[in-house]
Nanobody, 116 residues
Framework: QVQLVESGGGLVQPGGSLRLSCARS????????MGWYRQAPGQQRELVAS???????NYVESVKGRFTISRDNAKNTVYLQMNSLEPEDTAVYYC??????????WGQGTQVTVSS
Protein backbone atom coordinates (compact mmCIF):
# COMPACT_ATOMS: atom_id res chain seq x y z
CA GLN A 1 0.00 0.00 0.00
CA VAL A 2 1.11 3.53 -0.80
CA GLN A 3 -0.24 6.71 0.73
CA LEU A 4 0.20 10.15 -0.81
CA VAL A 5 -0.44 13.45 0.94
CA GLU A 6 -0.33 16.71 -1.02
CA SER A 7 0.11 20.21 0.32
CA GLY A 8 1.02 23.68 -0.87
CA GLY A 9 -1.97 24.72 -2.93
CA GLY A 10 -3.68 28.05 -2.55
CA LEU A 11 -4.58 31.36 -4.16
CA VAL A 12 -1.89 33.29 -6.00
CA GLN A 13 -1.82 36.26 -8.36
CA PRO A 14 -0.75 35.88 -12.00
CA GLY A 15 3.02 35.81 -12.19
CA GLY A 16 3.33 34.42 -8.69
CA SER A 17 4.77 31.14 -7.48
CA LEU A 18 3.70 28.11 -5.47
CA ARG A 19 5.43 24.91 -4.46
CA LEU A 20 3.39 21.75 -4.14
CA SER A 21 4.61 18.86 -2.01
CA CYS A 22 3.68 15.18 -2.13
CA ALA A 23 4.81 12.97 0.73
CA ARG A 24 4.82 9.23 0.08
CA SER A 25 4.62 6.47 2.66
CA UNK A 26 4.04 2.73 2.70
CA UNK A 27 5.54 0.01 0.53
CA UNK A 28 8.92 0.85 -0.98
CA UNK A 29 9.39 0.38 -4.73
CA UNK A 30 12.66 0.77 -6.63
CA UNK A 31 11.14 1.28 -10.09
CA UNK A 32 8.43 3.91 -10.23
CA UNK A 33 7.16 7.14 -11.66
CA MET A 34 5.76 9.97 -9.59
CA GLY A 35 3.84 12.74 -11.21
CA TRP A 36 1.54 15.68 -10.87
CA TYR A 37 -1.77 15.77 -12.70
CA ARG A 38 -4.31 18.54 -12.80
CA GLN A 39 -7.99 18.79 -13.57
CA ALA A 40 -9.92 21.98 -14.27
CA PRO A 41 -13.73 22.11 -14.17
CA GLY A 42 -15.24 20.45 -17.23
CA GLN A 43 -11.87 19.18 -18.45
CA GLN A 44 -10.05 15.86 -18.41
CA ARG A 45 -7.31 15.19 -15.94
CA GLU A 46 -3.95 15.82 -17.60
CA LEU A 47 -0.37 14.99 -16.74
CA VAL A 48 1.59 18.11 -15.82
CA ALA A 49 4.98 16.69 -14.87
CA SER A 50 6.54 13.37 -13.91
CA UNK A 51 9.81 12.00 -12.61
CA UNK A 52 11.11 8.43 -12.62
CA UNK A 53 13.30 6.64 -10.11
CA UNK A 54 16.20 7.41 -12.47
CA UNK A 55 15.43 11.13 -12.34
CA UNK A 56 14.05 11.42 -15.86
CA UNK A 57 11.50 14.22 -16.08
CA ASN A 58 8.68 15.03 -18.47
CA TYR A 59 6.45 18.09 -18.72
CA VAL A 60 3.36 19.06 -20.60
CA GLU A 61 4.31 21.66 -23.21
CA SER A 62 2.30 24.45 -21.60
CA VAL A 63 4.38 24.43 -18.39
CA LYS A 64 7.88 23.91 -19.79
CA GLY A 65 10.22 26.59 -18.53
CA ARG A 66 7.85 27.55 -15.72
CA PHE A 67 7.35 24.39 -13.64
CA THR A 68 10.02 22.12 -12.18
CA ILE A 69 9.45 18.69 -10.66
CA SER A 70 12.01 17.48 -8.14
CA ARG A 71 12.39 14.99 -5.33
CA ASP A 72 13.98 14.54 -1.94
CA ASN A 73 14.61 10.82 -1.54
CA ALA A 74 15.51 11.13 2.13
CA LYS A 75 12.09 12.62 2.83
CA ASN A 76 10.18 10.48 0.30
CA THR A 77 8.76 13.69 -1.08
CA VAL A 78 8.22 15.04 -4.58
CA TYR A 79 7.81 18.73 -5.27
CA LEU A 80 6.34 20.80 -8.05
CA GLN A 81 7.76 24.31 -8.16
CA MET A 82 5.39 26.49 -10.15
CA ASN A 83 6.64 29.87 -11.31
CA SER A 84 5.10 32.52 -13.55
CA LEU A 85 1.66 31.15 -12.82
CA GLU A 86 -1.15 31.95 -15.22
CA PRO A 87 -4.94 31.84 -14.79
CA GLU A 88 -4.94 28.82 -17.12
CA ASP A 89 -3.01 26.91 -14.45
CA THR A 90 -6.03 27.00 -12.14
CA ALA A 91 -7.04 23.43 -11.32
CA VAL A 92 -7.04 20.75 -8.68
CA TYR A 93 -3.58 19.19 -8.66
CA TYR A 94 -3.17 15.50 -7.83
CA CYS A 95 -0.06 13.57 -6.90
CA UNK A 96 0.32 10.18 -8.58
CA UNK A 97 2.57 7.20 -7.90
CA UNK A 98 2.86 4.44 -10.52
CA UNK A 99 4.82 1.20 -10.27
CA UNK A 100 6.40 -0.86 -13.04
CA UNK A 101 3.71 -3.48 -12.40
CA UNK A 102 0.90 -1.15 -13.38
CA UNK A 103 -0.38 -0.14 -9.95
CA UNK A 104 -1.36 3.48 -9.39
CA UNK A 105 -2.02 5.51 -6.27
CA TRP A 106 -3.48 8.99 -5.95
CA GLY A 107 -3.42 11.78 -3.43
CA GLN A 108 -6.52 13.66 -2.37
CA GLY A 109 -5.81 16.72 -4.51
CA THR A 110 -4.95 20.31 -3.68
CA GLN A 111 -6.59 23.39 -5.20
CA VAL A 112 -4.47 25.91 -7.08
CA THR A 113 -6.20 29.15 -8.05
CA VAL A 114 -4.45 31.84 -10.07
CA SER A 115 -6.42 35.07 -10.10
CA SER A 116 -5.92 38.81 -9.77
Amino acid sequence: QVQLVESGGGLVQPGGSLRLSCARSGTIFTVYTMGWYRQAPGQQRELVASITNFGRTNYVESVKGRFTISRDNAKNTVYLQMNSLEPEDTAVYYCNFATAWGSEYWGQGTQVTVSS
